[in-house]
């Protein structure tokens, strides 16, 4: 074992299993290690580098950013800031926007959204909050809590109350619990990702949004994974054809650094007031400015490529041999082998040169960037076609 990972087993907290690799640099779909092995990268840092390693153009707007300020805190306004939630407003129909850091951080502000409406217009009672069995939604104790993963809860109790949990696609079942607790919002990923790749029926999430107009609860929908083109749609919920009161995104917005993004719709776009939430870092111009960028670039013509690639790698995998189902969407696209467990394959994935993810339910996670060249991802294709078919 080299030094790196050396100091690393040494001082860094054992919460991840990491793949025995350091990667020291990389451009596009293209990753390096120590040894100069070059990597295809199907993963993007879990669905965060948009247009791969060290893209210049989102490169070109940090770094001239970094060059004028680099932080001033929310006591200050800034362009980066207002200019991306101006943007994200203008390309969701969403009224306001609240930045923060990360994933768990934004739905933690969605949530905080929900609890207050309920109590503004249901009484302080109304708290309760119903998320999907297999969701992922953060692991702060909050998230967790809204997380509908039991082994994920074990050790870490007594979680944040107030949560519910309903089986996907389980209309009937989600409707009683809204009959019998007074429920102030319904937190869902339209595309499940750390539970396994599953997107939700469009009848099923179209169903979650009426329930919700009906009864007056906030539809919560988590962007952070499925969200900014991932999806071959901006945001996934609009692959449902609904409007959430509120949508949080994260991961691939930043395009490599770390942001969060709750966005408020009509019903809750004066929730919050000043001190209801904040955030030191929120915001932050070099982080908002790279974000920016990312988000032009998302427009009609791209995400039309973003589907197009997609076509190609369900195509690829729906009857290769040794793949059981491929499920998702867009570029987020899961293959459940027919022997072998996930994690052993992805290793030996990454032996051939192809970085992989893996999910719940025995999933591979497929992720790459959103703009990898097609012959990379026709490599990248072949490679693990092989390993799954061995
Ligand atoms: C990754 C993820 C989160 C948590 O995001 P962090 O930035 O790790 O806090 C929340 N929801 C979904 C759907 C995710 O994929």
Not at 135 to 156: P, Y
Not at 220 to 229: F, I, K, R
Not at 335 to 348: N, Q
Not at 365 to 383: M, V, Y
Request: hydrophobic share 40%; net charge negative.
């Amino acid at each position: 074992m080299d030094t790196i990972q050396q100091l690393d087993r040494e001082y860094i907290a054992s919460t991840y299993g990491r793949f025995p690799v350091t990667l020291v640099s990389g451009k596009g779909s293209l990753a390096k290690d120590e040894q100069g092995k070059r990597y295809i990268d199907f993963g993007a840092g879990i669905a965060v580098n948009t247009f791969g390693y060290c893209d210049t153009v989102w490169q070109e707007a940090v770094k001239s950013q970094l060059d004028a300020l680099q932080h001033t805190s929310n006591l200050y306004y800034t362009a980066p800031c207002s200019a991306l939630a101006a943007e994200l407003c203008r390309r969701t129909g969403m009224k306001k926007v609240f930045f923060s850091n990360s994933g768990a951080e934004a739905n933690e502000c969605a949530i905080k959204a929900a609890r207050k409406y309920g109590a503004e217009h249901h009484g302080r009672d109304a708290y309760w909050i119903i998320t999907l069995k297999n969701s992922f939604h953060g692991r702060t104790l909050t998230t967790l809590a809204a997380t509908g993963q039991d082994h994920f809860h074990e050790l870490f109790q007594p979680l944040t109350p107030g949560f519910l949990y309903a089986e996907p696609e389980d209309l009937e079942g989600l409707t009683e619990l809204t009959a019998s607790h007074k429920v102030c919002g319904i937190l869902i990923e339209c595309i499940q990702g750390e539970g396994g790749v599953n997107a939700l029926s469009r009848d099923f999430v179209q169903g979650i949004a009426k329930l919700c107009r009906e009864k007056d609860i906030l539809l919560l929908c988590d962007e952070v994974q499925a969200g900014n083109g991932r999806s071959g749609q901006l945001y996934s919920y609009m692959n449902d054809d609904v409007t959430p009161d509120v949508a949080t995104t994260a991961k691939g917005l930043g395009g490599g650094l770390p942001i969060g993004v709750t966005m408020l719709g009509e019903k809750v776009q004066d929730i919050f007031h000043p001190g209801d939430n904040g955030s030191t870092f929120g915001g932050n111009p070099v982080v908002c400015a790279g974000a920016l960028s990312v988000l032009k670039r998302l427009d009609d013509d791209f995400l039309a490529e973003v589907r197009a690639k997609s076509d190609y790698l369900f195509r690829a995998f729906s009857k290769a041999p040794g793949v059981k189902q491929v499920t998702g969407m867009g570029l987020m696209i899961g293959v459940e082998p027919e022997k072998g467990s996930a994690a052993e394959l992805a290793g030996r994935c990454l032996e051939r040169g192809l970085l992989v993810l893996t999910a719940g339910q025995n999933r591979l996670r497929l992720l790459p960037a959103l703009n990898i060249p097609d012959s990379l991802l026709q490599e990248g294709t072949e490679i693990l076609k092989e390993v799954l078919a061995d």
